[in-house]
């Protein structure tokens, strides 16, 4: 158990919904990542918040957005959901520190019908 | 930009050793990191190589050259719970936000 919990587990929605997906880092970490892994793509990094505050944004399309909360919880919302956004989404978390380990969650798997 | 390469997949046997190469290009080397992943699961942290040598951890072991772009990942003594694939990844700025390489899916056999 890596500490960082995610949920839910399994997720599966229709074409053009909103879902949001949640994630509650290991105790301490101030930073939060967010990864999406589709079978043909591998491990995409797609935004990293640090305390609150946006920090690093990768290939994350205007369709999704995210959040991290006073409680350093944070939320990944995917909007107008396209059959290709079926994939495993990750989150991570790390201490503060750039070349600090990272901990992954277990993922949530999002379907799209 | 960033560029990983690894190869797809291995198969060696249970009890052998196996090295996993990767090569990458980034602009300013912060550092890189393997990490295994089983099927349907989270990756772990395997290793972390910022300076150019062989580090040792139990049975796996992680070698970086800088100046080649290059690192290796080595595992000894393989056991079945090892089939999985490596991830091989560099981190995208002087944070933690990384660009992982497609993986080399490892099965073991008897």
């Known amino acids: 158990d890596s500490g960082v919990t995610q949920t839910p587990k399994h997720l599966i929605t229709a074409t053009g919904q909103r879902v949001t997906l949640r994630c509650s880092p290991r105790?301490?970490?101030?930073?939060v990542y967010w990864y999406q892994q589709s079978l043909d793509q591998g491990l995409q990094f797609l935004i990293q918040?640090?305390?609150?505050?946006?920090?690093a944004k990768g290939n994350i399309l205007e369709r999704f957005s995210a959040q991290q909360f006073p409680d350093l919880h944070s939320e990944l919302n995917l909007s107008s959901l396209e059959l290709g956004d079926s994939a495993l989404y990750f989150c991570?978390?790390?201490?503060?520190?750039?070349?600090?380990?990272?901990?992954f969650g277990q993922g949530t798997r999002l379907t799209v019908v | 930009g960033q560029n990983i390469d690894q190869p797809t997949e291995m198969t060696a046997t249970e009890g052998a050793i196996v090295q996993i190469n990767c090569t990458y290009q980034?602009?300013?080397?912060?550092?890189l990191f393997w990490y295994q992943q089983h099927a349907g699961e989270a990756p772990t942290f395997l290793s972390y190589?910022?300076?150019?040598g062989l580090e040792e951890k139990g049975r796996f072991s992680s070698f970086l050259s800088r100046s080649k772009g290059y690192s290796y990942l080595l595992l000894k003594e393989l056991q079945m719970k090892d089939s999985a694939s490596y991830l091989c990844?560099?981190?995208?700025?002087?944070?933690?936000?990384?660009?992982f390489g497609t993986g080399t899916r490892l099965t073991v056999i008897p």
């Open positions: 991570a978390s790390s201490q503060q520190g750039g070349k600090a380990e990272a901990f």
């Open positions: 105790s301490g970490d101030l930073s």
């Open positions: 918040y640090y305390n609150g505050e946006e920090r």
């Open positions: 980034t602009s300013g080397f912060n550092g």
């Open positions: 190589n910022v300076l150019d």
């Open positions: 990844a560099v981190p995208l700025t002087g944070a933690n936000n990384l660009f």
